[in-house]
């Protein structure tokens, strides 16, 4: 679930994000030259935006709870 009233980033917290008009539910760090996005699954590379380019950045909202499987 994601909470979409809760948009101010937080190191290590997971949101749903759009990034260059793709969609992603990734971990946020951020670094001294901008913000890694970074997957659960290690199958994905790390992505990596400088803050030149967060113009196409955004945080649509923050993941809560567990969805039990």
Known sequence: MINTNDVEPID?????????KHFFIRQIRQ??????????NSDY???????????????L???FGVVAS
Not at 12 to 20: S, V, W
Not at 31 to 40: F, Q, W
Not at 45 to 59: A, C, P, R, V
């Open 61 to 63: 909202g923050k993941k």
């Open 12 to 20: 290590g917290e997971i949101y749903a994000i759009t990034y260059n």
């Open 31 to 40: 670094t001294v030259d901008g913000i890694n996005l970074i997957s659960s």
């Open 45 to 59: 590379e790390t992505i990596k935006i400088s803050y030149n380019h967060l113009d196409n950045f955004i945080i």
